[in-house]
């Protein structure tokens, strides 16, 4: 019997309700006076509310291995990283609200700097958004169809957007365009299978066409294409684990992940944890479930700014009590994997865990940081279980077997 199907199997319907919270990449290693950005903020509410948990640690996929944000946050979701792989062309488009159905083709795609044939700017001087909007309605206007095969470019954040090919007989085995360094020369779609040659040749006109477009602009006058992907069949949430799931989180990327497993994505009106705390308290008697994504700590640990990355998790402990008061039967506070300051970018080290519930045994537990965590109650997990016990602490999985 496979996961999902024990799954299945075992999940009830009930009104208890779990918040899931991920401080995307949390976790970090020594950086000041031997301390973590977690060990080094001042963190009343999370130091009262340890004591009063169970901690430990995950691993997003493996031990070792490193993950981007995806395959991290399906494990939180209950999904086998392993299993499903899902392109960034996919995660981009349903991020910015497009719609994707089976046999689509997702893209992503940067505007970029081409000068006598070579990129001398993969991100086009990170044009502002604004920008971007422009070039993409233009393209838009002017590239909506090719070979039979409809076209959509939707505008991301600065010089990122996303492109959806829909049409017969479209693969994705496609090559990204991204020379991935400056001073080379753009790469040609190339299909390394023959149900993507189609995809390729329609992709290369879109490029052809598209250069010349933006031929008069400064900075944005070319694009690359990368992540060629389509959509991975995947079980919903409501069917798997039976819960009525929603989402809030302010970048496209998490609002396409989590619109993937099923979650409803909840409008956030700006970009901040107040933001974020707000939905989540006029949304709260609607679902049964509810993953509240914070960016920030992810972002400052890939910049290596400590003290910007402490600053957010004081924040977010200033708002703790505000998500205590509306009395979650499970509250889980993790991270999808970790981002240590010194590394300046995401690493294989374990989450650190805490779940909070009525029917869990305290560990007592001074702090929520990673050495806390790694001497918790729930010793050393796979993300991907961490779904399991949310269900089980909030009563929602009945017995397996007789
Ligand atoms: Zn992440």
Redesign the pocket.
Known sequence: MEREELFKEVSIKTPSKIVLI?L??VGGIPFREGKTALEWANTPNLDKLAKKSILGQTDPILPGIT???GP??LAIFGYDPLKYQIGRGILENLGLGVEIKEGDIAIRGNFCTLRDGVIVDRRAGRIPTEENKRLCSRLKEEIKEIDGVEVLFTPGMEYRFALRLRGEGLGSEVLDTDPQMVGKSPILPKATDPRSERTARVAEKIINLAKDILKDEKRANFIILRGFSTLPPISPMQDIFRLNPAAIATYPMYKGLAKLVGMKILDVDGMSIADEIKTLKENYKDYDFFYFHI?KT?SYGEDGNFEKKVAVIEEFDRFLPEILSLLPDVLVIT???S?PCRLKA?SWHPNPFLLYANTIIPDEQERFSERACAKGGLGRLFSVDAMGLMLAHALKLKKFGA
């Open positions: 991920v995307d990449g993950p981007g944000s991290a946050h960016k992810d991270g999808d994997h981002t995401h």
